[in-house]
């Protein structure tokens, strides 16, 4: 059966990623997952991601119990389940981080900083936290849903990172160094240019990696970008994947077909609907989702302004237009012969399909779409036997309209 062997070196890392965090004379910041980590870095902070703790929570199936705790403080079920699931953590003081390495939950934070590229709700979910812990808290809150990031939009965001120094520079006692920003950032863009070639391995059949692989292996480019530790990391993750593709092994002898992911994944049925596909010959070798932590545009030589732009044109950022041309670029560079849309409940700013775009795909590209109902956490929203019948049935119908091969 086929394995990727750097899995062990990952799970090593995340593991004394989490129990770093025992360490209470370190100072903390908590970050949105496309947040500006290398700029907390550079102040010394070791960087939380509630984020993160959600995806765990929806991958141990925690949420289900969790969710309902946060409707008693007014947050509505129907909204972002990350946010409802790590709240209802914190007030039922329940998480797996307990169980898996002994902290009683997330480090308490000396600062929160917010992103709001990709939702308002991260605003709404950190400022709660920096009310019960009273804790400084600061933000960006760029222009959304931008069709080309123009030297506007750079200007201002960029104005925005410096903002927030004088907060940081108090909440770390240090002084803002921009040698550290540029070293950060330096190791950060070799990070993430590595995490783009890992990804694009995939181009190849068969493909080393499937999207289910890598949402796993994208765990330290979300926590620890700006560390050697995630450079080097994917440094090794390439070497290996890149030797399978010129031994031809992948995660399938034959490919029947190959399609791209779109939206988030359902973190509590990872294993099931990797499985499915695999038994379908089906290779899942592409998404929007694990792209969100490939940044082209760092560049030390202008640290503000090449984050404000890597943060500024992420993927979930962009208007329906700028997504169906990346969308288009993807499908042929990964020789796509159809596209799966989950529409998670709890998250509209995921979802892609509900304002016509695999109508559009199907009509621009040629390639058959489907959209699947779901949720990032909440179970409840996701029915497995529906599904599977519905992937099943779309394989098939790919199989007879394949434009690829
Ligand atoms: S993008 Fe969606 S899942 Fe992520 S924090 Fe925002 S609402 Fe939640």
């Given at each position: 059966m086929y394995k990727i062997e750097t899995t062990k070196i990952m799970k090593e890392i995340m593991s004394n990623y989490f129990l770093g965090?025992?360490?209470?004379r370190k100072k903390y910041a908590w970050c949105t997952s496309v947040g500006p980590a290398e700029l907390l870095r550079s102040f010394g902070f070791e960087v939380h991601f509630p984020e993160n703790h959600g995806a765990l929570l929806g991958a141990t199936r925690s949420s289900g119990d969790l969710i309902p705790e946060s409707a008693s403080l007014g947050?509505?079920?129907?909204?972002?389940s990350y946010l409802t699931s790590d709240i209802g953590s914190y007030l039922k003081k329940q998480t797996p981080l307990q169980e898996h390495?002994?902290?009683?939950?997330?480090p308490k934070p000396d600062i929160i900083v917010y992103n709001t590229n990709q939702c308002r709700e991260v605003q709404d979910w950190f400022t709660y936290f920096a009310r019960e812990f009273n804790c400084p808290i600061v933000g960006i809150t760029p222009p959304r849903h931008v069709d080309e990031v123009t030297d506007v939009h750079i200007n201002d965001v960029s104005n925005q990172f410096k903002a927030m120094i004088p907060a940081c520079e108090a909440a770390s006692g240090q002084k803002f160094d921009i040698d550290r920003f540029r070293e950060t950032l330096q190791l950060s863009k070799e990070a993430t240019d590595l995490w783009k070639k890992v990804l694009w391995t995939?181009?190849?059949?068969?493909?080393?990696?499937s999207f289910f692989d890598a949402t796993i292996h994208m765990g330290p480019i979300v926590?620890?970008?700006?560390?050697q530790v995630a450079k080097d990391y994917y440094t090794t993750l390439l070497k290996e994947l890149e030797s399978n593709v010129r031994n031809k092994?992948?995660?399938?002898?034959?490919?029947r077909c190959r399609i791209y992911w779109d939206g988030m994944p359902i973190w509590g049925k990872l294993r099931p609907m990797s499985e499915l596909f695999l038994q379908n010959h089906a290779a899942v070798v592409a998404s929007t989702y694990c792209n969100?932590?490939?940044?082209?545009?760092?560049?030390v030589e202008h640290p503000f302004e090449s984050s404000a732009k890597a943060y500024t044109e992420i993927f979930i950022n962009r208007s329906e237009e700028a997504k169906e041309k990346i969308l288009a670029r993807l499908v042929e560079d990964f020789r796509i012969d159809g596209m799966i849309f989950h529409d998670a409940k709890t998250c509209a700013n995921n979802s892609?399909?509900?304002?016509g775009m695999p109508q559009r795909i199907t009509e621009k590209l040629g390639i058959p779409t489907l959209v699947v109902e779901g949720d990032l956490c909440d179970l409840?929203?996701?029915s497995e036997g529906q599904t599977t019948t519905k992937i099943e049935s779309f394989i098939e119908q790919i199989e007879n309209s394949k434009v690829y091969s």
């Open positions: 965090m025992k360490d209470a947050y509505n079920n129907d909204i972002c390495y002994g902290l009683e939950g997330p995939a181009t190849a059949s068969p493909s080393p990696i926590v620890l970008r700006g560390t092994v992948g995660f399938l002898e034959k490919e969100s932590w490939v940044f082209d545009a760092f560049d892609n399909s509900r304002f409840r929203f996701y």
